[in-house]
């Protein structure tokens, strides 16, 4: 059975550029999460889809967006992009919302932003 | 204000010892995840707590939950340089939005 995949794997943009991560769940898993992960703040949760709607939220400024297809496939994406933007996003999957289940990550999408 | 701390931060221990890692939460919750994560690697799940006294076993790993002293446990029995790593807890807050919160994660190092 196929992971979770996460493309591209590393990236580098300059400021205030923007960036699309994209992840495909597991077969059959409805929800997509995404979190980042940098050595300052640690692993902070951005948001959760399921169905193509947006369940949960983390606190995270507007530039952050994300959506989910009909297929599960799940894109984030980052506009204006700031050096602190700098960090490992992750995405995890699961067959249920609400975090009832067991999450499965993803290899993670490395950006740099310059 | 949403807070997970795991302690200790960083663990070294020798092989064949036990040890112990904390993870206390600020608020009320009832779920509570346990990750691994190898240097450069994404979070391997190792536990998925879902209710008060839950407590399960992999190996040499148990993870137990307390919701009412709002803490759980990581213990590892007779430490193997395989479980070198650093571990986190994950607590869902539920406040009609819920919200996955980590902790700071224990870097554990097992010395041959």
């Known amino acids: 059975k196929a992971g979770v995949t996460q493309t591209p794997r590393y990236l580098i943009k300059t400021r205030g550029q923007q960036v699309t991560l994209s992840c495909s769940p597991i077969s059959g898993h409805r929800s997509v999460s995404w979190y980042q992960q940098t050595p300052g703040q640690g692993l902070q949760f951005l948001f959760e889809y399921f169905s193509e709607t947006q369940r949960n939220k983390g606190n995270f400024p507007g530039r952050f967006s994300g959506r989910q297809f009909s297929n599960s496939r799940s894109e984030m994406n980052v506009s204006t992009l700031e050096l602190g933007d700098s960090a490992l996003y992750l995405c995890?999957?699961?067959?249920?919302?609400?975090?009832?289940?067991?999450?499965?990550f993803g290899e993670g999408s490395r950006l740099t932003v310059l | 204000e949403l807070k997970v701390e795991q302690n200790p931060l960083f663990l070294s221990m020798q092989e064949g010892k036990n040890y112990t890692i904390y993870c206390n939460y600020s608020t009320t919750s009832d779920r509570l995840y346990w990750y691994r994560q190898d240097p450069g690697k994404s979070l391997e799940s190792l536990f998925v707590?879902?209710?008060?006294?839950a407590v399960k076993q992999e190996g040499r790993l148990m993870a137990s939950l307390d919701t009412k002293a709002r803490l759980s446990t990581l213990h590892i029995t007779a430490a193997v340089h395989d479980l070198s790593a650093t571990y986190f807890c994950?607590?869902?807050?539920?406040?009609?939005?819920?919200?996955?919160?980590f902790g700071t994660g224990t870097r554990l190092t097992i010395i041959p």
């Open positions: 995890a999957s699961s067959p249920q919302t609400g975090f009832t289940g067991e999450l499965f």
């Open positions: 707590l879902l209710s008060n006294g």
């Open positions: 994950a607590v869902i807050f539920n406040f009609g939005n819920e919200k996955l919160t």
